[in-house]
């Protein structure tokens, strides 16, 4: 059974920093992407950004890509959202999701193409 499971959300306050994790288990997606996404109430989900296992290349949002990076670490099958200087837009709960391709660039927004996700974690900024 695969399971992808987020942690280290909470609540921050502006100009603070957060990271996010997600570990998968069950397989692992050295062929494919790991996405992270974000959804508030009554808002469509909004893709964040994606990493490439074998290469660790990686695609932002341009709403976040100057403050936000992600990261992997294949030895424990976990991918990282670092965030950076949190507004309080960014309030939201943050969803990680798997992909069996590799992401090239626009495609990777694309939420129906990750096939696993996991429950999400929130992320409250304060003003």
């Known amino acids: 059974q695969v399971q992808l499971v987020e942690s280290g959300g909470g609540l921050v306050q502006a100009g603070d920093s957060l990271r996010l994790s997600c570990t998968a288990s069950?397989?692992?997606?050295?062929?494919?992407?790991m996405g992270w996404f974000r959804q508030t109430p009554g808002k469509e989900r909004e893709f964040v950004g994606t990493?490439?296992?074998?290469?660790?290349?990686?695609y932002y949002s341009d709403s976040v890509k100057d403050r936000f990076t992600i990261s992997r670490d294949i030895a424990k099958n976990t991918v990282y959202l670092q965030m950076n200087s949190l507004e309080p837009e960014d309030t939201a709960a943050y969803y990680c999701?798997?992909?069996?391709?590799?992401?090239?660039?626009?495609?990777?927004?694309?939420?129906?193409?990750?096939?696993?996700w996991g429950q999400g974690t929130q992320v409250t900024v304060s003003s």
């Open positions: 999701a798997a992909r069996l391709a590799l992401c090239s660039g626009y495609g990777c927004s694309d939420g129906s193409s990750y096939v696993y």
């Open positions: 990493i490439n296992w074998w290469d660790s290349s990686t």
């Open positions: 069950g397989r692992t997606f050295s062929s494919g992407a």
